[in-house]
């Protein structure tokens, strides 16, 4: 994920700040407990499309 982009994105809900997830290959809000898709290497910035986090997943 290129940085430059990282550093623009904002939660499309809350409006905060993201955390990368190269692993998973998502966008992580905290305060929201939402994880935005990177497909292709465009982030998917829908609310309808994000995963909501489980209590047993560590943000």
Known sequence: MD???LDILAC???KGKLLYDKEQQELICKV???AFQIKDDIPVM???EARQLGAEEEV
């Open 3 to 5: 940085k430059k982009l």
């Open 12 to 14: 499309p809900v809350c």
């Open 32 to 34: 929201d407990r939402l």
């Open 46 to 48: 829908l609310e309808e």
